[in-house]
């Protein structure tokens, strides 16, 4: 069975740094490689929202308010995309998902919170 595991949430100090993982589980390298995968966040009370994509080209977009703060990245060896977040905000408080496009996949997600 296929699915996306996330890891590496936390709690961080503004300012902190944290390292989000998505490892595709049972997912054939075929698929993997030339999927565009994606991170997603949703706050309290707010609409999901993408952080930050990946295609298979390595080709990557970025959400404006993470831009310079975030880093996406794609091990396709691991079958793991990793998001590495730097000069954390309050506002990046959420649950952050991660999506695999052709497979229209979701994670369980993976609590983000930072503290003042």
């Known amino acids: 069975q296929v699915r996306l595991v996330e890891s590496g949430g936390g709690l961080v100090q503004a300012g902190g740094s944290l390292r989000l993982s998505c490892k595709a589980s049972g997912m054939i390298l075929s698929v993997f490689s030339p999927d565009t995968i994606g991170w997603y966040r949703q706050a309290p009370g707010k609409d999901r929202e993408l952080v930050a994509t990946i295609t298979g080209r390595s080709t990557t977009n970025y959400h404006d308010s993470v831009k310079g703060r975030f880093t996406i990245s794609k091990d396709n060896t691991r079958r793991t995309v990793n998001l590495q977040m730097n000069s954390m905000k309050p506002e990046d408080t959420a649950v952050y998902y991660c999506?695999?496009?052709?497979?229209?996949?979701w994670g369980q997600g993976t609590q983000v919170t930072v503290s003042p």
């Open positions: 999506y695999a496009t052709t497979s229209q996949l």
